[in-house]
């Protein structure tokens, strides 16, 4: 069997991406899921939280359709033994064809160079608190550098805890911040961009266990350099979270078929809807059907996945699924069928 190789400039932030690999040459043909969190398209790399592994290396990321969208190639980690726990990179399929035609030519190198997890710098994070004073920094270069893009970062951590909902904010007019919040054990929770306002950085979250939290002052282009300022705070929530727990937020009727995306790892069908979540609100999702066994699946605002269910109860095949959101942001839900046979019509509810 072959892959088909994606259109050239097909791959866009935010959607959903599959790896599959050999993780330390020991599990042949794991399956992972995450999104694509961010494109440098000078060096044609692509950024994911698909967990990716020393041995993952030459393994294929794919879009939700099965075709192939990158080569995976590294993995950036807080320590040298860290497994697939830290921000994933993959080289873009637009360098695959490429590729290809120098080996028909010859031209291509005949030794693999091995991958090496990346590590974070050995320096001490500086430490803050939450509710404290603005934070003054300056990226150049006399920073740690990360490696994969040549972007300048400073390293800082707090301690926070479960259910905090708190807001890490980075703005400068020298240059075009991005954020990077690592959980305790280092994977990575969320990054942003331009959510501040103009080019300026923002993370809300709501913090999912108690420890110490790591995040990068980064730059989004390679090289900028310049001064910023940070900001860590406790958010306030506005809006109480069980007054929206009996709120009907999502019905959806439809209908599985030969139409719908295929899961590489098992041949099953599915389709994707989504949702505007707030951290601490509890959901409660039903997928119902009377032609399939249904299978859902939650992922969050960061594409980790925070829940899936098969049967509701030993009584019933129908899956139904209750949580606390971790964060605010918008949620997607996968409605799948247990195997490929599955097809039919389906109702879906979120409360």
């Known amino acids: 069997p072959t892959i088909p190789i994606a259109k050239p400039g097909s791959v866009k932030v935010g959607q959903r991406a599959f790896a599959i690999g050999n993780p330390f040459g020991q599990f042949q043909g794991t399956f992972t899921i995450g999104i694509v969190s961010r494109i440098d398209g000078e060096r044609n790399l692509i950024q994911t939280d698909a967990a990716i592994n020393p041995g993952n290396s030459g393994g294929p990321l794919l879009n939700s359709k099965g075709e192939l969208i990158g080569v995976n190639t590294a993995i950036f980690t807080r320590g040298r033994s860290g497994g697939n726990i830290g921000i994933g990179f993959a080289i873009s399929v637009d360098k695959v064809p490429p590729f290809l035609q120098a080996v028909k030519e010859g031209r291509a190198p005949r030794v693999a160079q091995s991958q090496r997890p990346f590590a974070f710098s050995s320096e001490p994070s500086e430490k803050l608190i939450l509710d404290g004073p603005e934070v003054r920094g300056r990226l150049d270069e006399s920073d740690s550098i990360l490696p994969i893009d040549n972007s300048f970062y400073d390293m800082y951590s707090f301690e926070g805890k479960a259910g905090q909902q708190i807001a890490i904010e980075m703005r400068s007019q020298d240059l075009d911040p991005y954020l990077i919040l690592l959980n305790s054990d280092g994977s990575e929770l969320a990054q942003d961009d331009d959510s501040g306002g103009q080019k300026d950085a923002k993370i809300m979250i709501t913090l999912p266990e108690d420890g110490e939290y790591t995040f990068l002052a980064n730059s989004y282009e390679a090289g900028e350099s310049g001064d910023y300022r940070l900001k860590l705070r406790i958010e306030t929530e506005r ?113």
């Open 239 to 351: 809006v109480n979270p069980s007054e929206r727990s009996n709120r009907l937020i999502l019905e959806e009727q439809g209908t599985l078929d030969r139409t719908d995306a295929v899961l590489p790892s098992d041949g099953s069908r599915y389709e994707e809807y989504s949702f505007d979540g707030v951290g601490g609100q509890t959901v409660t999702i039903r997928l119902e059907s009377s032609d399939f066994d249904p299978y859902l699946a939650l992922f969050g605002p960061n594409g980790q996945l925070v829940g899936e269910n098969d049967d509701a109860n030993s009584s019933e095949k129908n899956a139904a699924l209750t949580v606390t959101l971790p964060m605010t942001g918008r949620y997607r839900v996968v409605v799948n069928a247990y195997d490929s046979t599955g097809q039919g019509q389906y109702l879906l509810t979120v409360r």
